[in-house]
């Protein structure tokens, strides 16, 4: 039987060649080793803004990569701070506050250049202010237990373990993954402890509940970090792997 591992990898091999070959990815390319962008982002975006839940909320973590794009900018012109992870974390957090942004620059802010111009760089966790929502992006994801598949560094469920050991979030923070229709599968993700799920799945034609969806994380696993991981000066600010 192949290993956990193993078959995340074929799931992402395969969700990488079939956006390509539908032709529905965009920009930046190659695709392989990134979280797709895809046609319909902007449409899905919009999707959000509409719900109830962003709608209560006002401080927003969401991910850099660029299929998110869309929704930090309508994020940002409705009036919520974005808590941004750096690329691999090696920065900390970036903090955006749309009353700190030229409304003619919102658009700008709302890339990662943009943000580094226009954030406030966190590395400390305890800083950061508590968290209402998740949005991210994925590679794919299972609409039975809601297990979502990112590039396989594993940031995304290190940057949601960091902010529940620093009491920034609750376990159950609602999660939304912000995703193609091809991305989406109809049968359970293999997960490891540390993967942490997802409660809505939003396509450009969907919205879909996850039906059974895991049990999410305690918190840092110290000895399952990575080298890289347990490296960061954000992990080493938490006091908690030492």
């Known amino acids: 039987m192949p290993n956990t591992r193993s078959v995340k990898a074929n799931i992402r091999r395969y969700v990488w060649k079939i956006l390509e070959e539908r032709k529905v990815a965009l920009p930046p390319?190659?695709?392989?080793?990134?979280?797709?962008?895809?046609?319909?982002?902007?449409?899905?975006?919009?999707?959000?803004?509409?719900l109830n839940v962003f709608e209560k909320s006002e401080v927003?973590?969401?991910?850099p990569d660029s299929p998110l794009?869309?929704?930090?900018?309508?994020?940002?012109?409705?009036?919520?701070?974005?808590?941004?992870?750096?690329?691999r974390l090696?920065?900390?957090?970036?903090?955006?506050?749309?009353n700190r942004i030229p409304s003619y620059k919102i658009r700008f802010a709302s890339?990662?250049?943009?943000a580094f111009n226009y954030g406030e760089i966190v590395k400390n966790p305890y800083n950061i202010p508590k968290i209402d929502l998740f949005v991210v992006g994925c590679v794919a994801v299972s609409?039975?237990?809601?297990?979502?598949?990112?590039?396989?560094?594993?940031?995304?469920?290190?940057?949601?373990?960091?902010?529940?050991e620093a009491g920034k979030i609750s376990?159950?923070?609602?999660?939304?993954?912000?995703?193609?229709?091809?991305?989406?599968?109809?049968?359970?993700?293999?997960?490891?402890?540390?993967?942490?799920?997802?409660?809505l799945a939003i396509t450009p034609s969907r919205m879909l509940r996850i039906k059974e969806r895991i049990k999410r994380p305690n918190g840092l696993y110290c000895n399952l970090l990575s080298k890289e991981h347990k490296e960061l000066s954000i992990i080493k600010?938490?006091?908690?792997?030492v």
């Open 60 to 63: 927003i973590k969401v991910d």
């Open 171 to 199: 376990r159950e923070v609602y999660t939304i993954v912000l995703a193609h229709d091809y991305q989406v599968l109809n049968y359970p993700i293999p997960f490891e402890v540390y993967d942490t799920p997802v409660d």
């Open 29 to 50: 390319k190659p695709i392989v080793g990134r979280i797709p962008n895809f046609i319909g982002a902007n449409v899905v975006a919009l999707k959000v803004t509409k």
């Open 90 to 98: 090696r920065k900390g957090f970036l903090i955006l506050n749309p």
């Open 111 to 114: 890339t990662i250049r943009g």
């Open 237 to 241: 600010s938490l006091g908690k792997c």
């Open 69 to 87: 794009r869309p929704f930090r900018e309508l994020a940002l012109k409705n009036g919520k701070i974005l808590v941004m992870p750096t690329p």
């Open 143 to 164: 609409i039975i237990n809601g297990v979502r598949l990112g590039k396989g560094g594993g940031f995304s469920d290190l940057e949601y373990a960091i902010l529940l």
